[in-house]
């Protein structure tokens, strides 16, 4: 009998990688909402990518690419980040919880439904 290599197994649904749900349209995610959050509190303080990375310990790329939501940051990361800019990650996370909320609002508005579920979403996140 010929030896043959093992086969992987066919893709289930157990072995199949989990895809993230999409947003529903028009709906901001955290990680960009936060990114343009920390660019506006850098440049408000008249700060370089490099000098405010430095400062919070990481580089200059990785800083820019959490202001521009490409980057998924890690608590720890986004807590070292606001340190720089003297911010707490409660107020970081206080701050994208309320232009969630604001965006919910606006979108929520025309139809003249309440928002609620969104909002409780927006805050389960940031929490």
């Given at each position: 009998?010929a030896?043959?290599a093992?086969?992987?197994?066919?893709?289930?649904?157990?072995?199949?990688?989990?895809?993230?749900?999409?947003?529903?349209?028009?709906?901001?995610?955290?990680?960009?909402v936060?990114?343009?959050?920390?660019?506006?509190?850098?440049?408000?303080?008249?700060?370089?990518?490099?000098?405010?990375?430095?400062?919070?310990?990481?580089?200059?790329?990785?800083?820019?690419?959490?202001e521009?939501?490409?980057?998924?940051?890690?608590?720890?990361m986004?807590?070292a980040?606001g340190?720089?800019?003297?911010?707490?990650?409660?107020?970081?996370?206080?701050?994208?919880?309320?232009?969630?909320?604001?965006?919910?609002?606006?979108?929520?508005?025309?139809?003249?439904?309440?928002?609620?579920?969104?909002?409780?979403?927006?805050?389960?996140?940031?929490?």
């Open positions: 009998m030896d043959t093992p086969q992987p197994p066919s893709e289930t649904a157990d072995t199949r990688p989990a895809q993230r749900p999409a947003a529903p349209a028009g709906e901001p995610l955290w990680r960009d936060l990114g343009r959050h920390l660019r506006s509190l850098r440049l408000e303080r008249g700060e370089t990518l490099a000098e405010t990375a430095g400062r919070a310990g990481v580089s200059p790329q990785y800083l820019s690419e959490m521009r939501g490409v980057k998924e940051p890690s608590s720890e986004i807590a980040v340190g720089a800019l003297d911010q707490t990650l409660v107020d970081l996370t206080l701050a994208v919880a309320d232009t969630l909320r604001a965006s919910t609002v606006r979108q929520a508005r025309p139809t003249g439904g309440r928002p609620a579920t969104m909002c409780r979403a927006a805050l389960a996140l940031a929490a």
